[in-house]
């Protein structure tokens, strides 16, 4: 594993980085001649620390395989010239995808940035600085590690814990370790963060919340491991979810469509999201905008090359009218008028079936002269409060096929009331699964909805997908606004059947090349 070891000495390159965010998140002193002996020796030098990890080093996974695998693959979006991500849409994806290697790599250089702060507070922090700002420090740093493995485990399954880096230099080949002890690693690190992380902190930090409504949706999904529902995993998903809805003080915002507007940024339903900067170089800032929006007219000068891809017939069919703001705010239908788009020329007329969400406009339209196309401002959220919503209303149904009960109907409802549909008095397993996708569509979601039922249902997810192929709805369309007709395309992508295999990635060649061991059968960590 030659590329994980090379994220070793990364941690202040990445400081570096991001010290154009906002000031109150990253006040700090000047970062020339620091190394890890005269670090870490004030409270401010570890928030310092922990703030370089919530942005930069995501921008791999974020700037296309967030969509690319959790859009794209699950059907929600399709991509038909890129040849990794056409990949993606017909199930035929090789060692060698780029996103896939990109991806694995970007996890792996997250778990070796918290991996070597870890044990540097644990060994070099100044015994000045109070156990409380420590534990605080060290529940951050758990929990984006916790997020990085999660990624991981439901993408590949089976992968290395690492949990010392420097161990890597005389040990370098790694096993694969059993998917149940990666979900217990991730477990004991979520637990740890919400012991130590604060109520309250300042926007966009973690807090205990974040960590309980991680592990919500973590035990929802470690449920499954086995071929059935873990009641007790299933009653944990609950207990943390529901603590979070009733105990935290945090509401949904009021509007869906300002979710995805920069002026909303760190709002009240945002339990964890990316701190993206403007101006900040390639490879360093959000540049989801450039590769998704359907036209340079919305963006910085140079971006807006996503004018092929667009939302599938599929994920288009879910959408009732009445479901009007959801579907505008997350994806154009020709004839739709942005007026925060472009403002300064008028507004944006879609001029054909596109994305929406993430695409926020220009540099004018959000206040901020140095964004470029590698650096939209918005901080799009990884976990937010509807999420942890729909997950307490998952746990509650359970093994059950549907549900009335109260509880779970008072949650769903208020998702529904907030989007502006009628609320029900039922959910099944169906009708909760498409809320799930309509209300997170676009936030790379799906694809984990579908992993999450194929550990325990799996011919369910297979047959989800198969129906895309066979119902010929893993296809755009077009829409003419005259007469409210909507015309399935034509890809010409073969798509290959999936099946159980189909649910975990394959390790990157790249991966295998440097460590055969990943190819052996997985063992035991604990």
Not at 281 to 299: D, E, K
Not at 501 to 513: C, G, Q, V, Y
């Amino acid at each position: 594993m030659k590329h994980i070891k090379l994220y070793i000495l990364t941690l202040f390159a990445a400081a570096i980085i991001i010290s154009g965010c906002k000031k109150d998140f990253l006040d700090r002193a000047p970062l020339s001649q620091i190394t890890t002996d005269n670090f870490y020796k004030s409270s401010s030098d570890l928030r310092l620390v922990t703030a370089a990890l919530y942005a930069q080093p995501w921008s791999d996974w974020n700037n296309f395989p967030l969509l690319g695998i959790g859009d794209i693959l699950s059907g929600n979006m399709l991509q038909p010239y890129n040849a990794d991500l056409a990949q993606l849409t017909s199930f035929a994806v090789t060692s060698n995808n780029g996103q896939i290697g990109t991806s694995w790599r970007c996890f792996y250089k997250i778990v070796a940035h918290c991996n070597t702060n870890i044990k540097a507070i644990n060994t070099k922090a100044a015994d000045s600085i109070p156990l409380k700002n420590k534990n605080g420090a060290l529940g951050e740093l758990k929990f984006l590690r916790a997020t990085a493995y999660f990624h991981l485990a439901q993408l590949w399954g089976a992968v290395p814990i690492i949990e010392d880096n420097d161990k890597l230099i005389k040990e370098p080949l790694l096993p694969r370790h059993r998917l149940a002890d990666v979900y217990r690693f991730i477990v004991n690190d979520l637990r740890f963060a919400a012991t130590a992380l604060p109520t309250r902190d300042q926007a966009g930090r973690v807090t205990t919340w974040s960590a309980q409504g991680m592990l919500a949706k973590v035990y929802l999904t470690k449920a499954g491991l086995g071929g059935s529902r873990s009641q007790s995993d299933l009653d944990s998903a609950a207990f943390y979810a529901k603590n979070v809805i009733n105990t935290s003080g945090l509401t949904l915002l009021p509007s869906y469509y300002n979710l995805f507007r920069t002026q909303f940024n760190d709002n009240s339903e945002s339990l964890f999201a990316f701190q993206w900067a403007p101006g900040v170089g390639y490879g360093n800032g959000n540049a989801i905008q450039t590769q998704f929006a359907p036209s340079g007219s919305v963006v910085p000068p140079g971006g807006g090359w996503g004018g092929a891809i667009g939302p599938t017939f599929d994920l288009d069919s879910l959408y009732t009218p009445q479901d009007s703001i959801r579907r505008k705010a997350t994806f154009m239908l020709t004839g739709d008028h942005y007026p925060e788009l472009n403002a300064a020329g008028g507004g944006y007329t879609a001029t054909s079936c596109s994305v929406k969400k993430h695409i926020v406009g220009t540099a004018v339209d959000n206040n901020a002269p140095t964004m470029d196309i590698w650096s939209s401002t918005e901080h799009n959220t990884v976990l937010r409060l509807a999420d942890v919503y729909l997950v307490y209303v998952e746990a509650l149904l359970g093994t059950n096929s549907s549900t009335s009960d109260a509880e779970a109907l008072r949650v769903f409802n208020m998702i529904r009331k907030r989007a502006g549909v009628d609320p029900v008095t039922t959910i099944t397993a169906e009708t909760l699964r498409n809320e799930r996708r309509i209300e997170l569509a676009f936030e790379g979601q799906y694809w984990f909805d579908l992993v999450r039922l194929s550990y325990y249902n799996p011919q369910g997810a297979i047959t989800l997908l198969s129906n895309q192929i066979s119902k010929n709805t893993r296809v755009q369309f077009t829409y003419d606004p005259a007469t409210g007709k909507k015309t399935r395309n034509t890809s010409g992508i073969v798509i290959t059947p999936p099946t159980i295999a189909t649910f975990t990635l394959p390790i990157p060649a790249t991966e295998i090349t440097a460590d055969p061991k990943l190819l052996d059968p997985p063992v035991a960590y604990y």
